[in-house]
């Protein structure tokens, strides 16, 4: 029987027209723009349905409220469809891409997000192949997970991160095999891909707004500074430090503010700043001290996944402890120890 899937459209480049004020998307213009590619009538495609959201955004506009409507259109038309691509902004598709594999628990269907740096109508878009490719992979169902689809490569969704702003290769997986490579053939690798779920059920964890911070340490910082946002209103920080986790000891302010954030009880997760390696806290005396501090290892994760996965723990209603546990596991492939 022919495979069916489903896209659903929030926005992004790929479906922009020029405007006087820039590129912004169109409404009601883009399903009869994609009807007009020819391969899409090919007998090798699967059939396929359309979801436009409205309004469609601009994807350095989406956030929680989007998230749990992409959420919701999968986990509702999840029994009718072979699978689902998600046409998305490439600004932040890593960020949904993660917060859609921890959401979407027991997946064992494609959800592929893609989208494209050139729109489609305009020449040399990168659209055409990113969404073709992007329906055969759901239409194939050979993965069983949240996946990116960009350039030639498919990979894990929580590994994914945009690593360039204008190329037409933006995102890279600089710390796991990519999951395929489209050449002449739509290669897999198998070894990568997440194993089919044998007794968790499907089911959809809607994301709760949450106080979350991100901070970057540079040479000079002025932790200080920092203080305020350190209160019991923070829910959760991602450190992004210094290589294998490491954090400046010029001053003895972080650790105090850190351990205040987390006496309040705050997660603080280490990420690092290179995007390949992990973090391993302990190796040097600048980063023992967060874990005296409390702070847990983000290991080799990406901000994107941490962020992604503190949303998913506090919206799961967990504890400090259990939070804490579950951010140092690997729950859907996002990080290696
Ligand atoms: N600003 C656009 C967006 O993220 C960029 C893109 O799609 O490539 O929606």
């Excluded at 396929?48 to 955004?57: C, G, I, N, Q, T």
């Excluded at 890593?94 to 859609?100: D, E, N, R, V």
């Excluded at 707004?209 to 829910?235: A, D, R, Y």
């Excluded at 973090?279 to 994107?304: C, P």
Aim: contains cysteine; hydrophobic residues 40%; proline residues 4%.
């Amino acid at each position: 029987m022919k495979k069916k899937i489903c896209i659903l459209y929030t926005g992004g480049t790929i479906g922009m027209v020029p405007t006087e004020n820039g590129y912004a998307p169109k409404q009601g213009y883009f399903r009869d723009a994609i009807a007009k590619i020819p391969d899409i009538h090919e007998p090798g495609m699967p059939d396929w349905d359309f979801v436009e959201f409205d309004p469609l955004l601009d994807s350095s506009n989406i956030a929680l409220d989007q998230w749990n409507m992409i959420g919701r259109a999968i986990r509702d038309h999840y029994s009718e469809y072979d699978g689902f691509v998600v046409l998305h902004g490439t600004d932040t598709m890593a960020y949904t891409a993660s917060a859609l594999s921890f959401m979407l628990e027991g997946l064992r269907k494609p959800v592929v997000l893609t989208g494209s740096q050139i729109p489609l109508c305009q020449l040399r878009s990168d659209g055409r192949d990113n969404l073709i490719t992007s329906m055969l992979i759901a239409g194939e169902g050979r993965v069983c997970e949240v996946c990116l689809y960009f350039g030639g490569k498919l990979l894990r969704g929580n590994r994914a991160t945009k690593a360039s702003a204008d190329g037409l290769i933006a995102f890279a997986s600089p710390n796991y095999h990519v999951l395929a490579e489209a050449g002449i053939d739509i290669n897999y690798h198998e070894a990568s891909l997440l194993q089919p779920p044998k007794y968790v059920p499907f089911r959809l964890t809607e994301f709760h707004q949450t106080s979350i911070g991100v901070l970057k340490i540079f040479p000079g910082i002025q932790f200080n500074l920092f203080e305020s946002i350190m209160t019991e209103g923070l829910n959760g920080i991602v450190l992004e430090t210094f290589g294998a986790g490491n954090i400046p000891s010029y001053d003895n302010d972080l650790l105090p503010i850190i351990k205040k954030a987390f006496d309040h009880g705050a997660i603080v997760c280490v990420c690092s700043q290179c995007q390949n390696g992990t973090v391993k806290l302990g190796t040097y005396e600048t980063s023992n001290a967060l874990t005296r501090a409390g702070a847990v290892s983000g290991y080799n994760m990406t901000t994107e996944a941490a962020v992604a996965k503190l949303y998913y723990l506090f919206s799961l209603g967990f504890d400090r402890d259990e939070i804490k546990k579950l951010m140092e596991e690997d729950l859907r492939g996002e990080l290696t120890k």
